[in-house]
């Protein structure tokens, strides 16, 4: 990601330039492959964009926020992960790039929380939750369960 707004595809054996995805319109915080190989990333403009893993072709946007996204992953299923960038920092979920809200609210005790998906499925935050989970919307696939190993939080 760059604070131009645009993502860089570098060679792994040699550093030449590959190619440059544009579409955001803020600085680029967030980068996670998807299962399938796909590329997301998030934005200071509140938005996930899917990028084609072969290709870089722009396949869809996730408008997920206000604020911008900070961190995000994304899990088996098209499930989207996010943190966001705010005085009261959320981790959000999205059951695929083409829902139109979150199922799952987690505050945070931090504005800006890092996050990252385990291979299993197991999410992993860098701080606590401020309250209880929220689930916007009942799903029998988010029994999210808070364990503390060592000050990283793992749901």
Known sequence: GSSDATIRMWSPTDGSHLQTLAGHT?????????PDGNLFSGSGDGT???WCGKDGTHLRTLHCT???VFSLAVG?????FISTISTIGSVLVWRSMAASRHILSLD???TSVPICLSAA????????IE????????????DFKEHTVSGIHIW
């Open 26 to 34: 803020s600085a680029v915080f967030a980068l996670a492959f998807g």
């Open 48 to 50: 996930v964009r899917e």
């Open 66 to 68: 206000r604020d911008g």
């Open 76 to 80: 088996r299923g098209g499930r989207v």
């Open 108 to 110: 945070m005790t931090w």
């Open 121 to 128: 499925g197991t999410l992993y935050t860098g701080f606590s």
């Open 131 to 142: 309250d209880d989970a929220r689930y916007d919307e009942p799903d029998e696939d988010s």
